[in-house]
């Protein structure tokens, strides 16, 4: 496979940042999934796309809108009626998908080199997260595994909730650079770390 | 001003897009009649009450949802897919320059 650069090279400084004397309240990273793929179903077919993903990655994804699931390395949620973004560690979820989202099924398409990948953790993400989205981050209303679809200005972003205090986003490649900087600029005053 | 997505709960109107009056309904694109060709461009009921629209969640899940909006109190009373929703559309034609 061909060697993915990310777009955040030039602007990723690992180490503390911000006012993290009083200890830092957001870990972000960037964490370049080997693939990253999204599966469109025909209606009527989600039943049988959700059945295919799970053969092909084990993720049991849940009825319902907005929903997902994380299991280690691979994690899975619908962010549009009858779509889903399927994301593994490892390279080369596409071929397996490709081979068992047939044509009467639906569609895949392979984002692993369109889309990047930003992780935000600890105890003050749901309040740096709430400045950009108008969304409610409270684990009640945004359980784990659960996903939702949003803009942050013009900046799509796919956002799934892998953790109590930690939630993966999506946005496209072309964005990262500015999303990164503003995501830093916003948790510079609960102190936080590049990993 | 909030908008229920049916498929993404309740959000922001700035994630929207309005998409015109969902009472219009086109012509076949052979069409000659210009009275329903008229109509289909121009006439707007533009009624003091509930209207039937046609949003676009742009900025979420990008579903088309048909809503009932009150344009006097902003109240939406029903937000549904467009897909699969019943096409509801006035039955009466409106005759040229009658009032709402
Ligand atoms: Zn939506």
């Not at chain 1, 090279?9 to 990273?29: A, K, M, N, Q, T």
């Not at chain 1, 986003?169 to 072309?174: K, L, N, T, W």
């Not at chain 2, 012509?27 to 209207?51: C, F, I, K, M, T």
């Amino acid at each position: 496979m061909v060697e993915r650069l990310s777009p955040l090279e030039s602007v990723y400084r690992v180490g503390s940042h911000g006012r993290f004397e009083d200890g830092v309240g957001v870990i972000l990273s960037e964490t370049r999934p080997g693939s990253i793929t999204q599966v469109a179903a025909w209606p009527g077919e989600e039943a049988r796309a959700i059945a295919a993903i799970r053969k092909v990655s084990g993720l049991a994804l849940p009825d319902g809108a907005g929903g997902g699931v994380v299991d280690g390395d691979k994690a899975a949620f619908g962010f549009a009626p009858g779509k889903f973004t399927v994301v593994d560690e490892a390279e080369g979820l596409a071929v397996a998908l490709t081979k068992a989202i047939t044509p009467a099924i639906g569609t895949m398409t392979d984002l692993s080199h369109g889309r990047t990948a930003i992780r935000i953790e600890g105890p003050e993400a749901e309040w740096v997260l709430a400045k950009f989205f108008a969304v409610d981050f409270a684990l009640p209303a945004f359980p784990v595994g659960a996903a939702r679809s949003t803009t942050h200005h013009d900046v799509f972003a796919q956002i799934q909730r892998t953790g109590g205090d930690r939630f993966d986003i999506y946005v496209f490649r072309s964005f990262a650079r500015s999303f990164w900087k503003a995501l830093g600029h916003a948790a510079e005053e609960v102190g936080y770390e590049v990993a | 001003m909030l908008l229920t997505c049916p498929y993404c709960g309740p959000r922001d109107v700035s994630e929207f897009t309005y998409q015109g009056d969902g009472n219009r309904q086109r012509p076949a694109p052979n069409s000659q009649d210009l009275q329903a060709w008229n109509e289909y461009v121009y006439d707007r009921q533009n009624p003091a009450g509930d209207h039937n629209e046609i949003w676009q969640h742009s900025g979420g899940c990008r579903s088309h949802i048909r809503v009932i909006r009150n344009t006097v109190s902003h109240v939406t009373s029903s937000t549904v897919p467009v897909r699969g929703a019943v096409h509801h559309r006035s039955t009466e034609r409106r005759k040229p320059g009658a009032k709402a």
